[in-house]
T-cell receptor, first 115, second 111 residues
Framework: KAGVTQTPRYLIKTRGQQVTLSCSPISGHRSVSWYQQTPGQGLQFLFE???????NKGNFPGRFSGRQFSNSRSEMNVSTLELGDSALYLCASRAPAGESTGELFFGEGSRLTVL | TQLLEQSPQFLSIQEGENLTVYCNSSSVFSSLQWYRQEPGEGPVLLVT?????EVKKLKRLTFQFGDARKDSSLHITAAQPGDTGLYLC???????????FGAGTQVVVTP
């Protein structure tokens, strides 16, 4: 089985721009979570989607949004970028209930640099 | 503030030494997980603990879940350079709740 795939791996934006990141979960996984990782804060939970519905949400401003498609692929969008948004954005998928041990399977991340 | 506090933040030891990483919270967790992350990669699950007082061993790694399910520890015996990485604890307060992570402990094992 292919793992979680995130694109792009690296990107550079300037303040005020917006960015869209993409995540393809493991085949059969319908739950997708997004995290922001920075050296000082560790992994901060952004949101989780299941069957195209946002199930959980972290404490991030409204500039951070996401969605999930019928094929379970997910995107997250950050608008009006700020310098502090520079981070590694990680996507993770989870096996369906009944199969799941609670383990999250992570992609390699999208590293965003805001100049 | 982090829901899960990990200590120490950084640990540098020589090959063959032992080390312990701690993960503490004031919240009760239904389950707690430990992940290891290496540079350029996403975190990978090491273990899940669900029962208070539970101890799990994975080769030279020993994981313990506190009796009250609020804290956990990871002990590595005779550390090797391959153990180098960022160790992250993560907990859920219910089965399908969000998984929240600590800030991580960077472990460096030198030959």
């Amino acid at each position: 089985k292919a793992g979680v795939t995130q694109t792009p791996r690296y990107l550079i934006k300037t303040r005020g721009q917006q960015v869209t990141l993409s995540c393809s979960p493991i085949s059969g996984h319908r739950s997708v979570s997004w995290y922001q990782q920075t050296p000082g804060q560790g992994l901060q939970f952004l949101f989780e989607y299941f069957s195209e519905t946002q199930r959980n949400k972290g404490n991030f401003p409204g500039r951070f949004s996401g969605r999930q498609f019928s094929n379970s692929r997910s995107e997250m969008n950050v608008s009006t970028l700020e310098l502090g948004d520079s981070a590694l954005y990680l996507c993770a998928s989870r096996a369906p209930a009944g199969e799941s041990t609670g383990e999250l399977f992570f992609g390699e991340g999208s590293r965003l640099t805001v100049l | 503030t982090q829901l899960l506090e990990q200590s120490p933040q950084f640990l540098s030891i020589q090959e063959g030494e032992n080390l312990t990483v701690y993960c503490n919270s004031s919240s009760v967790f239904s389950s707690l997980q430990w992940y290891r992350q290496e540079p350029g990669e996403g975190p990978v699950l090491l273990v899940t603990v669900v029962t208070g007082g539970e101890v799990k061993k994975l080769k030279r790694l020993t994981f313990q879940f506190g009796d009250a399910r609020k804290d956990s520890s990871l002990h590595i015996t005779a550390a090797q350079p391959g153990d180098t990485g960022l160790y992250l604890c993560a907990g859920r307060t219910d089965s399908w709740g969000k998984l929240q992570f600590g800030a991580g402990t960077q472990v460096v094992v030198t030959p």
